[in-house]
């Protein structure tokens, strides 16, 4: 039989690098959760990606235990990263902070294709190219779907 779930909680820890100081340590402990075994679990499975901030959905049971989904990073980390900006636009409708062409693109929309809400590539282009411009980097080249 299925055990009962009581709650969700979704948190954005660095890879291998979670540890029972807040925010991670007072989240887990207010839902009664063991926080040292959640970090040693979340550590094993995230070694291979150190530094990286992940974002993670914890399913918590009735009985107290859980189990964990870890995503791929956010699309605007990603964007940043490849920008080599340090921080998103106050006003990205004027101040453009950086830009990304779209073979970037692609490689973002390739690493974030489990998470998304689309099956085709060109569709995932799309969202990581809005994310992109929401946060005033601009997009460079020509779009592959207009040629």
Known sequence: MAKEIQGFLKLQIKGGAANPSPPVGP???SKGLNI?????QFNARTQDKPGVVLPVLITIY???SFD????TPP??????????AKKGSAEPNRNKVGSVT???VKT???TK????????????MKLIAGSARSMGITVTGKAPWEN
Do not use: Y
Request: overall charge negative; some cysteine.
């Open 108 to 110: 973002i929309a390739e």
């Open 102 to 104: 779209w073979d970037q």
């Open 113 to 124: 294709m489990p998470d998304l809400n689309t099956a085709k590539l060109d569709s995932a």
């Open 68 to 71: 964990f989904v870890v995503k």
């Open 27 to 29: 989240a887990l402990g």
């Open 75 to 84: 699309a605007s980390i990603l964007l940043l990263e490849a920008s080599k």
């Open 62 to 64: 009735k009985d107290k």
């Open 36 to 40: 040292m075994e959640f970090c040693k």
